[in-house]
T-cell receptor, first 118, second 116 residues
Framework: AQKITQTQPGMFVQEKEAVTLDCTYDTSDPSYGLFWYKQPSSGEMIFLIYQGSYDQQNATEGRYSLNFQKARKSANLVISASQLGDSAMYFCAMRGFNYGGSQGNLIFGKGTKLSVKP | GAGVSQSPSNKVTEKGKDVELRCDPISGHTALYWYRQRLGQGLEFLIYFQGNSAPDKSGLPSDRFSAERTGESVSTLTIQRTQQEDSAVYLC??????????????FGQGTRLTVV
């Protein structure tokens, strides 16, 4: 079974500083993808970044980067130069491919609430 | 439409009544997901439709919950005999079910269900 663990219920960061949000996962699928989503107080789910299990390099998207350590089964999100608008819930998610080539479900962690202080 | 559309956006119902929640996925998206999000909590998986394959219903919390999808189009989540604990935002998402795991899911705005 797949599982996503986010151990930080809440995090604070000073504006303009970097912050790392932790995510560990467990899966028996031979290949998988890892996603991060942002959910502001408005409730919408915003896709941020994707990392494939066979990608050689860590994914980056603007101020977002993913610190992927496959052996440790971790996929931490790094936000550089935090802005007040980054205050939101952040969810780590995973989708796997089984040996039959069938794309699996998309499961989410419980989320981390990030608060950016001015 | 351009995005995932859910209706109604808000629903207040009396305990014991049945409710139907609707999701219109993005055209061409073969995968469709339903999640439940209680206030301040994470996304709880309910059901996953994957094209013409049998849906993954492993997340449905009880037999009061059911969902249908016709082909690759609209899906309906039905909750029978609603209970107060069913109060939550119900989120629908769709994605293109390609040959890679990297197709992100696009979410609707959700249906906020309140059982009184």
């Amino acid at each position: 079974a797949q599982k996503i663990t986010q151990t930080q219920p809440g995090m604070f960061v000073q504006e303009k500083e970097a912050v790392t949000l932790d995510c560990t996962y467990d899966t028996s699928d031979p290949s998988y993808g890892l996603f991060w989503y942002k959910q502001p107080s408005s409730g919408e789910m915003i896709f941020l970044i994707y990392q494939g299990s066979y990608d050689q390099q860590n994914a980056t998207e603007g101020r977002y980067s993913l610190n992927f350590q496959k052996a440790r089964k971790s996929a931490n999100l790094v936000i550089s130069a935090s802005q007040l608008g980054d205050s939101a819930m952040y969810f780590c998610a995973m989708r796997g491919f089984n040996y039959g080539g069938s794309q699996g479900n998309l499961i989410f962690g419980k989320g981390t609430k990030l608060s950016v202080k001015p | 439409g351009a995005g995932v559309s859910q209706s109604p956006s808000n629903k207040v119902t009396e305990k014991g009544k049945d409710v139907e929640l609707r999701c219109d996925p993005i055209s061409g998206h073969t995968a469709l997901y339903w999640y439940r999000q209680r206030l301040g909590q994470g996304l709880e998986f309910l059901i996953y439709f994957q094209g013409n394959s049998a849906p993954d219903k492993s997340g449905l919390p009880s037999d009061r919950f059911s969902a249908e999808r016709t082909g690759e189009s609209v899906s309906t989540l039905t909750i029978q005999r609603t209970q107060q604990e069913d109060s939550a935002v119900y989120l629908c998402a769709s994605s293109f079910r390609g040959q890679a795991a990297n197709t992100e899911a696009f979410f609707g705005q959700g249906t906020r269900l309140t059982v009184v």
